[in-house]
């Protein structure tokens, strides 16, 4: 009887939840260890100045092209779908405050996010596990050097504070883009646009903006490296630890986004 009911659909089903579960708590139990140990790390900060400015190049000035590119369309396209009604409804002084306020509470950043995840979190989590898998890493422990602390601080260090001014730049060239494209489609004057940003942004929103930016750098380092850890089982490993640490990167930052967004707008 056990046989045929393991031949049942239901049964598989059950498996194949069973398996995702335990892979779930599996990879976020990894990425908790490995961030503790980061943290532990952090005392002796076992990195150089040097190692932390190419990571931030990395980080930032090679993502900033693709980066600006998402934002500034976004804005253009929500300019252009926007600003049109808005005026015709008499509504014309309040299109810069809806593009500014949509820019950096929300589309900046998570637009910014989503595009260092595709190009950056992918690259360190297979360079990583490539290490994983050649067995570098196993070569940095026999010289008695911590490689978590080794790889993790100058990437997730260089992430934290690049992540901001990536997004800080990608909210202004968006906010640019609205006004642009609002003047072409509806005729909406810049000064009436930017009257309307001046007075509709305010410290707060700059300041969660900043927070949440900080938040997603650390998170999407974090988890880029710890996915790239765990990685094994050669050149099939380094694709699934790649794919992983895109996916869970994308989950984390929206899951962050929602509270960010009811603890400081709700």
């Avoid at 015709?88 to 002084?93: D, E, H, S």
């Avoid at 196993?138 to 790889?151: E, F, G, K, R, T």
Wanted: net charge neutral; glycine share 8%; charged share 10%.
């Amino acid at each position: 009887m056990r046989v045929y009911y393991k031949a049942t659909y239901t049964y598989k089903i059950y498996r194949s939840l069973e398996s995702e579960f335990r892979n779930f708590v599996s990879t976020l139990g990894e990425i908790v260890a490995y961030g503790i140990e980061f943290l532990r790390g952090l005392r002796d900060f076992p990195t150089t100045f040097t190692e932390i400015m190419n990571q931030s190049s990395r980080f930032a000035i090679s993502s900033l092209p693709i980066t600006l590119s998402i934002v500034g369309m976004t804005s253009i396209i929500v300019a252009m779908q926007v600003a049109g009604e808005m005026v015709k409804q008499g509504g014309g002084n309040y299109v810069g405050m809806l593009i500014s306020i949509l820019m950096v509470r929300e589309e900046a950043v998570i637009m910014s996010g989503f595009a260092i995840i595709s190009m950056i979190g992918s690259s360190l989590a297979s360079e990583i596990a490539t290490m994983k898998v050649t067995e570098q890493i196993d070569a940095i422990s026999v010289l008695h050097v911590n490689p978590v602390h080794y790889l993790f601080t100058p990437r997730v260090v260089a992430g934290t504070i690049m992540m901001p001014i990536v997004v800080v730049i990608a909210s202004a060239v968006g906010i640019l883009g609205g006004a642009i494209a609002s003047n072409i489609v509806s005729g909406l004057s810049y000064k009436a646009f930017f009257d309307s940003v001046w007075f509709g942004l305010n410290m707060h929103d700059l300041n969660v903006c900043i927070m949440k930016s900080v938040a997603f750098g650390f998170v999407i380092t974090l988890i880029s490296c710890s996915c790239g850890m765990a990685a094994r089982d050669g050149a099939k490993g380094v694709g699934i630890a790649t794919t992983k640490a895109v996916v869970w990167s994308f989950v984390a930052i929206v899951i962050l986004d929602l509270i960010f967004a009811a603890a400081f707008f709700y």
